[in-house]
């Protein structure tokens, strides 16, 4: 039997599988057990910052911001909404500015804001937050190249590498990897096609 086929066929048949890895709804998706050692490496550092809760905080599942390693509710009552209390309108930007008050211990950076609710990441595993992330009805009908850019150069995004310091002084925990190593980690995974691993 002529197998010379396959020769052509595994190689599109792998790359299928790379644009495929997930579907239309978050948390769905084609796991691929074969990858190279570079893209899964790059995957996992990827992950390790995407899913810590200083990214993870800001992309609730109840539209309520979270704080701390523990995702403690915001207090005051803050959710994602306007809320008006009578007397004023509350912002995020009302209290965080575009950059660290490191005196009040109030963290800041540019457009300050909780992630759209389509994009909740809390409770989810990395490999639910990865297809969430580059299914086009959750983001926003953004391509490889738009999520690309968001994760590498956004101010907000990067904020969780400077994160600054508690009200008491103390610095607040940084995610497990540089941002460096991030950002070419990111770079990667993206240039090889976005493959989610299964878990």
Known sequence: MDRSYLVFFIPVLLVATAWMSFNGN??????VTEMNTQDTD?????MSVISHPRCVNCHPND?????GMEGTPHPFGR???????SFDVLLCASCHKEENDDFAGQPGAPHWDLAPRSMAWEGLSKAEIAASM?????NGNRSHEDILK????????LWAFEPGLHPDGTPRE?????EDDFIAAVKIWFANGAVIPQE
């Open 150 to 157: 968001h994760l590498t150069e956004d101010e907000l995004v």
């Open 174 to 178: 940084k995610p497990p990897v540089s």
């Open 134 to 138: 580059l299914n086009p009805k959750n």
């Open 79 to 85: 959710d994602g909404e306007t809320s008006d209390l």
């Open 63 to 67: 539209n309520i911001p979270k704080r």
């Open 42 to 46: 790059a995957y996992h550092t990827m």
């Open 26 to 31: 978050a948390g769905e998706y084609v796991p």
